[in-house]
């Protein structure tokens, strides 16, 4: 392989560029800065030609420099003979020069003022408020049809979501709940031990996981799963065309897909929470016998006293409204999902996020709530 | 009555760029095509033909070393394509430009973005001259002005240019194209094939398409296979319009006349 190389050669009426060698993309490219230099020099009505006798292969690398050389003749006035080039190397630059240019295809990659910007970031924000409010309104309406049994759904998907959504979370939500249930002890076993009040762990973990915990970690692990899975479904339905589908045969998407997911959730959050409770109850039983000395019984006639039907209601109303906090987000983000396959994953993290913090926002204005109350 | 017909070899051997020898393809015991050989010529446009589902996607992903032979083999410069190493893989596929079904660009990325890639992987060269070449082979596919757009923006028929613009990002001897026309109109499928035509004439690339779409394949085909999916082998082989011409083979009529010379 020879080395790449070329040159100006001065002519009377302009310059003549001398291309040799061996011309590989992939291997190295030659110095050009001098025959730049002498291309600038050139003036209005001299020729620029190529002599490409010595020249063995080529390929785009070449042709890119032609044409940025070009380039510059071009602002100059410098006329171009083409004639010396392979002919190969004409046919493709006399191609890429006859395709039209879209000029107003082009993008403009300038940064709008700071006001603009705030402005558009406002009124985008505006916007995306109204949207969240008319999907709001649209699966509230598809739920009030669903009660009075006109909404359009299978039947066998309803029951494929609430599957998913129950029984097949068991597995997770056992192991979360447990092991909270039994940080819980430990944490309390810590500083109940000091009084010698070690008995108390049992109110703590039971009332703990039945008013808040319970429902709260079973909460994030159904974002995380349940709503991560409605945005990337959805999602790729958006992106498949397979939602437009549906809207031309009369079928709401809302309806179709919307409110199912959310009877799912909602209905399944309170059963998980409830299951959620008692698998931290066991957590902390585990912890309360093995490390406190108390007999399973005890822990359980304490538990049993320390809670009352209100803590367990309201713990698993909060699930219900968790479910449905999330079922929305999920949906909401799967169906204004853009068009590609990276809109699909982004959907899914804007699901993640957004339940998590409605979520978080729920809790805290229950918990002000039940204070007030003195629920 | 299956008579194969085989136009006359035209080509001599050393001017094969590529050579499949008693390639059988087979997904477990399912066996897709058997006994399949035949040569490329360098510099053709080598059309591979026949009804859907009869394996012709996957006798290109064998010409492309994505698939292991079940037996037999595909010899590219005579050298074997399957079994090798990582990196004598790579030095291989380098050599290859490869225009998916559905364009395959990537969808997060703009047009530029996309035929920059491969140069950016494979090549030393600065940004600046990436962005360059980039936009000549955007100009040479009539996408002049497109650069930042994302292939979700733009249409079918611009997402296949674009594909066919990143497939020749770094000069490939061979061009291997899955159904360049599939979803798109006739004017815009001819000017595919013109351009299919113009970078092989000026870069001596060779060409190996699978299509079905009768005027391409007569307009750009020099040499041609049709598979069967009933025998599960080539029934016929040659230069299509010979292949339209002489072949008594029913249905590879049936095929290159749309039904219609079916009863003439």
Redesign the interface.
Known sequence: MKKPVIEAVGRPDGLTLRAAGTWDIEAEMPEYGGVRTAVAALGSGDVLGYDTTDLETWDSGFLALVQRLEAIAADRGVEVDHSGLPEGARRLLSLAESSPSREDARRSTERPPAVERIGEATLDAVSEADRAVVFLGETTRSLGRFAMGRGRYRKRDLWLLVQQAGAGALGIVSLVSFLLGAILAFVGAVQLQQFGATIFVANLVGIAMARDMGALMTAIVMAGRSGAAYAAQLGSMKVNQETDALVTLGISPVDFLVAPRVLALSTMMPLLTLYAILMGIAGGALVATTMLDLSLTTYWNQTAGALSIGDIAGGLFKALVYGILIALSGCREGMRCGGSASAVGDAATAAVVSSIVAIISAAGVFAWVFYVLGI | MTTSCHAPTMVAGDRAHIEVCDLTMAFGDFVLQRDLSFSIPRGSVFVIMGGSGCGKSTLLRHILGLLEPAAGSVLLDGRQISGLEPEARESIM?RFGVLYQSGALW??MTLAENISLP?EE????RPA?IR??AA??M??????????????EVSGGMQKRAGLARAI???PEILCIDEPSAGLDPISSKRLDD?IL??R????TTVVMVTHELPSIYAIGTDSIFLDAETRTMIASGPPVWLRDNCENPTVRNFMTRGEGENG
């Open positions: 380098r969808s997060s140069l494979y090549t030393d060269l001259e360059e070449i000549l082979k100009a040479m596919v009539g996408l002049r002005g497109f650069e930042d757009y994302y292939p979700s990002a770094l000069d351009l113009e970078l004439d000026s870069m001596d």
